[in-house]
Protein backbone atom coordinates (compact mmCIF):
# COMPACT_ATOMS: atom_id res chain seq x y z
CA UNK A 1 0.00 0.00 0.00
CA UNK A 2 1.55 3.56 -0.54
CA UNK A 3 1.64 6.08 2.09
CA UNK A 4 -0.20 9.39 2.00
CA UNK A 5 3.21 10.56 1.23
CA UNK A 6 3.76 8.78 -1.85
CA UNK A 7 -0.01 9.65 -2.92
CA UNK A 8 0.85 13.26 -2.64
CA UNK A 9 2.27 14.53 -6.35
CA UNK A 10 4.08 18.29 -6.50
CA UNK A 11 1.50 19.72 -8.32
CA UNK A 12 -1.71 22.01 -7.50
CA UNK A 13 -3.95 19.57 -5.51
CA UNK A 14 -7.87 20.25 -6.43
CA UNK A 15 -9.08 17.65 -4.03
CA UNK A 16 -7.47 15.30 -1.18
CA UNK A 17 -9.36 12.27 -0.12
CA UNK A 18 -8.26 10.69 2.96
CA UNK A 19 -8.64 7.65 4.74
CA UNK A 20 -11.70 6.92 2.47
CA UNK A 21 -13.89 3.57 3.73
CA UNK A 22 -17.45 2.73 1.93
CA UNK A 23 -19.37 -0.33 3.38
CA UNK A 24 -22.21 -1.01 1.62
CA UNK A 25 -24.88 -2.66 4.05
CA UNK A 26 -21.77 -5.31 5.97
CA UNK A 27 -19.61 -5.42 2.47
CA UNK A 28 -16.80 -3.02 2.68
CA UNK A 29 -16.01 -1.54 -1.23
CA UNK A 30 -12.92 1.00 -0.20
CA UNK A 31 -10.64 0.23 2.63
CA UNK A 32 -9.14 3.78 4.07
CA UNK A 33 -7.90 5.15 0.49
CA UNK A 34 -5.94 8.26 0.46
CA UNK A 35 -5.57 10.52 -3.00
CA UNK A 36 -4.94 13.79 -4.46
CA UNK A 37 -6.74 14.79 -7.44
CA UNK A 38 -4.45 17.07 -9.52
CA UNK A 39 -6.09 20.49 -10.55
CA UNK A 40 -6.42 20.51 -14.57
CA UNK A 41 -5.23 17.49 -15.00
CA UNK A 42 -7.33 14.21 -16.26
CA UNK A 43 -7.44 11.17 -13.69
CA UNK A 44 -7.85 7.73 -14.44
CA UNK A 45 -8.98 5.16 -11.79
CA UNK A 46 -8.20 1.64 -13.34
CA UNK A 47 -8.66 -1.95 -11.92
CA UNK A 48 -10.44 -4.93 -12.42
CA UNK A 49 -14.76 -5.04 -11.64
CA UNK A 50 -15.83 -4.70 -8.52
CA UNK A 51 -12.41 -2.93 -7.12
CA UNK A 52 -13.76 0.14 -5.90
CA UNK A 53 -13.48 2.68 -9.28
CA UNK A 54 -16.96 3.62 -9.32
CA UNK A 55 -17.60 4.11 -5.02
CA UNK A 56 -14.28 6.39 -4.99
CA UNK A 57 -16.14 8.47 -8.02
CA UNK A 58 -19.58 8.73 -6.54
CA UNK A 59 -17.97 9.76 -3.24
CA UNK A 60 -16.39 12.79 -4.73
CA UNK A 61 -19.12 14.58 -4.72
CA UNK A 62 -21.84 12.99 -2.85
CA UNK A 63 -23.38 10.82 -5.14
CA UNK A 64 -23.19 8.05 -2.98
CA UNK A 65 -25.35 9.52 -0.63
CA UNK A 66 -28.11 8.11 -2.73
CA UNK A 67 -27.23 4.53 -1.66
CA UNK A 68 -29.01 2.86 0.44
CA UNK A 69 -27.52 1.73 3.41
CA UNK A 70 -24.09 3.10 2.78
CA UNK A 71 -21.78 4.43 5.10
CA UNK A 72 -18.80 6.12 4.47
CA UNK A 73 -15.70 7.28 6.55
CA UNK A 74 -12.90 9.78 5.90
CA UNK A 75 -12.61 12.96 4.42
CA UNK A 76 -12.72 14.05 0.79
CA UNK A 77 -11.81 17.94 0.72
CA UNK A 78 -12.60 20.39 -1.68
CA UNK A 79 -11.51 24.07 -1.38
CA UNK A 80 -10.54 23.51 2.07
CA UNK A 81 -13.68 21.86 3.35
CA UNK A 82 -14.62 18.34 3.79
CA UNK A 83 -17.41 17.99 1.74
CA UNK A 84 -18.97 15.31 4.20
CA UNK A 85 -19.10 18.45 6.61
CA UNK A 86 -22.50 18.58 8.34
CA UNK A 87 -23.51 22.13 6.52
CA UNK A 88 -22.87 21.42 3.02
CA UNK A 89 -25.19 21.79 0.55
CA UNK A 90 -25.06 18.71 -1.55
CA UNK A 91 -27.08 20.19 -4.61
CA UNK A 92 -24.41 23.15 -4.31
CA UNK A 93 -21.52 21.02 -4.11
CA UNK A 94 -22.38 18.82 -7.17
CA UNK A 95 -22.60 22.53 -9.36
CA UNK A 96 -19.43 22.96 -8.42
CA UNK A 97 -18.36 18.92 -9.05
CA UNK A 98 -20.56 17.57 -11.91
CA UNK A 99 -20.94 14.11 -13.10
CA UNK A 100 -21.23 12.22 -16.62
CA UNK A 101 -22.49 8.61 -16.56
CA UNK A 102 -21.98 5.71 -18.24
CA UNK A 103 -25.01 5.86 -20.39
CA UNK A 104 -25.80 9.03 -22.19
CA UNK A 105 -29.14 10.26 -20.22
CA UNK A 106 -30.75 13.15 -21.65
CA UNK A 107 -33.41 14.64 -19.38
CA UNK A 108 -36.35 13.61 -21.87
CA UNK A 109 -36.56 17.65 -23.20
CA UNK A 110 -35.11 19.40 -25.73
CA UNK A 111 -31.51 20.18 -26.49
CA UNK A 112 -31.91 23.08 -25.35
CA UNK A 113 -33.36 22.34 -22.29
CA UNK A 114 -31.05 19.96 -21.47
CA UNK A 115 -28.66 22.65 -21.08
CA UNK A 116 -30.80 25.26 -19.67
CA UNK A 117 -32.57 23.58 -16.70
CA UNK A 118 -30.57 23.24 -13.89
CA UNK A 119 -29.17 26.64 -14.45
CA UNK A 120 -32.56 27.71 -14.35
CA UNK A 121 -33.94 25.64 -11.32
CA UNK A 122 -29.94 26.97 -9.38
CA UNK A 123 -31.32 30.65 -10.24
CA UNK A 124 -27.70 31.20 -12.14
CA UNK A 125 -29.69 32.88 -15.18
CA UNK A 126 -32.97 34.61 -15.68
CA UNK A 127 -32.44 36.45 -19.11
CA UNK A 128 -33.51 34.72 -22.04
CA UNK A 129 -30.61 36.17 -23.87
CA UNK A 130 -28.43 35.33 -21.58
CA UNK A 131 -29.76 31.77 -21.68
CA UNK A 132 -29.67 31.45 -25.26
CA UNK A 133 -25.80 32.36 -24.95
CA UNK A 134 -25.02 30.08 -21.91
CA UNK A 135 -26.77 27.28 -24.05
CA UNK A 136 -24.71 28.37 -27.18
CA UNK A 137 -21.45 28.43 -24.34
CA UNK A 138 -21.57 25.04 -23.07
CA UNK A 139 -22.49 23.31 -26.75
CA UNK A 140 -19.66 24.67 -28.38
CA UNK A 141 -17.43 23.72 -25.21
CA UNK A 142 -18.52 20.10 -25.37
CA UNK A 143 -18.12 20.07 -29.44
CA UNK A 144 -21.60 19.84 -29.83
CA UNK A 145 -22.79 23.20 -31.06
CA UNK A 146 -22.00 22.85 -34.92
CA UNK A 147 -24.07 19.56 -34.96
CA UNK A 148 -27.34 21.27 -33.31
CA UNK A 149 -27.62 24.79 -33.52
CA UNK A 150 -30.36 24.96 -36.29
CA UNK A 151 -32.25 22.18 -33.64
CA UNK A 152 -31.89 22.90 -30.62
CA UNK A 153 -35.83 22.42 -30.18
CA UNK A 154 -35.17 19.10 -30.98
CA UNK A 155 -35.61 16.29 -28.22
CA UNK A 156 -32.42 15.55 -27.05
CA UNK A 157 -33.10 11.45 -26.82
CA UNK A 158 -33.04 12.12 -31.19
CA UNK A 159 -29.50 12.36 -30.86
CA UNK A 160 -26.85 9.50 -31.70
CA UNK A 161 -25.48 8.00 -28.60
CA UNK A 162 -22.24 9.87 -29.15
CA UNK A 163 -23.69 13.34 -29.43
CA UNK A 164 -26.23 12.71 -26.39
CA UNK A 165 -22.89 11.91 -24.13
CA UNK A 166 -21.84 15.33 -25.72
CA UNK A 167 -24.83 16.73 -24.79
CA UNK A 168 -24.70 15.59 -21.34
CA UNK A 169 -21.13 17.01 -20.63
CA UNK A 170 -22.36 20.10 -22.09
CA UNK A 171 -25.47 20.00 -19.45
CA UNK A 172 -22.65 19.67 -16.75
CA UNK A 173 -20.68 22.33 -18.04
CA UNK A 174 -23.35 24.46 -17.92
CA UNK A 175 -23.34 25.11 -14.15
CA UNK A 176 -19.61 26.17 -14.20
CA UNK A 177 -18.18 22.78 -12.18
CA UNK A 178 -14.70 23.15 -11.87
CA UNK A 179 -14.17 19.63 -11.66
CA UNK A 180 -15.77 16.85 -14.03
CA UNK A 181 -15.95 12.68 -12.59
CA UNK A 182 -17.27 10.95 -15.67
CA UNK A 183 -17.98 7.20 -14.91
CA UNK A 184 -16.86 5.18 -18.36
CA UNK A 185 -18.19 7.89 -19.79
CA UNK A 186 -17.36 6.06 -23.47
CA UNK A 187 -18.06 2.59 -22.82
CA UNK A 188 -21.67 2.47 -24.73
CA UNK A 189 -20.66 4.71 -27.54
CA UNK A 190 -18.91 2.92 -30.79
CA UNK A 191 -15.20 3.87 -31.94
CA UNK A 192 -15.67 6.69 -33.42
CA UNK A 193 -17.93 8.73 -31.21
CA UNK A 194 -15.33 7.31 -28.27
CA UNK A 195 -12.36 9.32 -30.44
CA UNK A 196 -14.41 12.54 -30.53
CA UNK A 197 -15.39 12.17 -26.40
CA UNK A 198 -11.01 11.60 -25.55
CA UNK A 199 -10.69 14.65 -27.67
CA UNK A 200 -13.27 16.38 -25.78
CA UNK A 201 -11.87 15.48 -22.57
CA UNK A 202 -8.17 16.40 -23.65
CA UNK A 203 -9.58 19.91 -24.49
CA UNK A 204 -11.58 20.20 -21.44
CA UNK A 205 -8.57 19.87 -18.82
CA UNK A 206 -7.57 23.46 -20.08
CA UNK A 207 -10.49 24.24 -17.92
CA UNK A 208 -11.58 21.37 -15.39
CA UNK A 209 -10.40 18.88 -13.14
CA UNK A 210 -11.16 15.59 -14.60
CA UNK A 211 -11.44 12.37 -13.03
CA UNK A 212 -12.71 9.41 -15.35
CA UNK A 213 -13.35 5.84 -14.25
CA UNK A 214 -11.96 3.15 -17.46
CA UNK A 215 -11.54 -0.16 -18.30
CA UNK A 216 -9.83 0.57 -21.23
CA UNK A 217 -6.48 1.03 -20.42
CA UNK A 218 -5.23 2.52 -24.13
CA UNK A 219 -7.98 5.25 -22.92
CA UNK A 220 -6.68 5.74 -19.46
CA UNK A 221 -3.05 5.98 -21.68
CA UNK A 222 -4.18 8.38 -24.30
CA UNK A 223 -6.04 11.00 -21.82
CA UNK A 224 -5.10 10.98 -18.42
CA UNK A 225 -1.83 12.45 -16.98
CA UNK A 226 -2.40 10.73 -13.86
CA UNK A 227 -3.47 7.29 -13.01
CA UNK A 228 -4.68 5.62 -9.69
CA UNK A 229 -4.45 1.94 -10.02
CA UNK A 230 -7.68 -0.05 -7.63
CA UNK A 231 -7.59 -3.56 -6.03
CA UNK A 232 -10.20 -4.93 -3.85
CA UNK A 233 -11.16 -1.63 -2.58
CA UNK A 234 -7.51 -0.41 -2.10
CA UNK A 235 -5.41 1.94 -4.22
CA UNK A 236 -2.37 -0.32 -4.90
CA UNK A 237 -0.45 2.62 -7.11
CA UNK A 238 -1.28 6.36 -8.18
CA UNK A 239 1.24 7.67 -9.81
CA UNK A 240 1.29 10.04 -13.51
CA UNK A 241 -0.10 7.64 -16.49
CA UNK A 242 3.89 6.84 -17.80
CA UNK A 243 5.52 5.81 -15.04
CA UNK A 244 2.29 3.63 -14.06
CA UNK A 245 2.32 2.16 -17.17
CA UNK A 246 5.99 1.89 -17.91
CA UNK A 247 7.52 1.42 -14.83
CA UNK A 248 4.60 -0.06 -12.27
CA UNK A 249 6.21 0.02 -8.97
CA UNK A 250 3.90 -2.65 -7.47
CA UNK A 251 3.69 -6.14 -8.95
CA UNK A 252 -0.08 -6.24 -8.79
CA UNK A 253 -0.19 -2.94 -10.88
CA UNK A 254 1.65 -4.83 -13.80
CA UNK A 255 0.23 -8.21 -13.65
CA UNK A 256 -3.19 -5.99 -14.56
CA UNK A 257 -1.58 -3.76 -17.04
CA UNK A 258 -0.12 -6.80 -18.85
CA UNK A 259 -3.48 -8.73 -18.89
CA UNK A 260 -2.27 -11.37 -16.50
CA UNK A 261 -5.68 -10.67 -14.77
CA UNK A 262 -9.13 -8.73 -14.44
N1 LIG B 1 -25.31 0.10 -4.43
C1 LIG B 1 -24.57 -0.92 -4.00
N2 LIG B 1 -25.06 -1.78 -3.08
C2 LIG B 1 -24.32 -2.81 -2.63
N3 LIG B 1 -23.05 -3.07 -3.03
C3 LIG B 1 -22.52 -2.26 -3.96
C4 LIG B 1 -23.24 -1.14 -4.49
N4 LIG B 1 -22.45 -0.52 -5.38
C5 LIG B 1 -21.29 -1.21 -5.41
N5 LIG B 1 -21.33 -2.25 -4.55
C6 LIG B 1 -20.26 -3.23 -4.28
O1 LIG B 1 -19.08 -2.52 -3.93
C7 LIG B 1 -17.95 -3.06 -4.56
C8 LIG B 1 -17.28 -1.99 -5.42
O2 LIG B 1 -18.17 -1.66 -6.48
P1 LIG B 1 -17.84 -0.54 -7.56
O3 LIG B 1 -19.04 -0.40 -8.44
O4 LIG B 1 -17.35 0.66 -6.85
O5 LIG B 1 -16.63 -1.20 -8.34
P2 LIG B 1 -16.02 -0.84 -9.77
O6 LIG B 1 -14.56 -1.01 -9.64
O7 LIG B 1 -16.52 0.47 -10.22
O8 LIG B 1 -16.62 -2.01 -10.65
P3 LIG B 1 -16.96 -2.04 -12.21
O9 LIG B 1 -15.66 -1.84 -12.92
O10 LIG B 1 -17.50 -3.43 -12.42
O11 LIG B 1 -17.96 -0.96 -12.48
C9 LIG B 1 -18.42 -4.26 -5.37
O12 LIG B 1 -18.24 -5.41 -4.61
C10 LIG B 1 -19.90 -3.99 -5.56
O13 LIG B 1 -20.62 -5.19 -5.65
Redesign the pocket.
Known amino acids: MPTVEQTRVKQSTKMSVRDLSVW ?2 E ?1 Q ?1 LFGVSMDVIENEVTALI ?1 P ?8 LRCLNRMNDL ?1 QGVRIEGEVEFEQENVYAPHVDVVELRSHIGMVFQKPNPFPKSIYDNIAYAPRILGKVRKRTEMDDLVEESLKRAGLWEEVKDRLQLPGLALSGGQQQRLCIARAIAVSPSVLLMDEPCSALDPVATATVEQLIDELKENYTIVI ?1 T ?1 NLQQAARVAGYTAF ?1 HL ?1 NIIEFSDTDSLFTHPREKKTEDYITGRYG
Open positions: YGKAGSGCGKSTFVVHFG
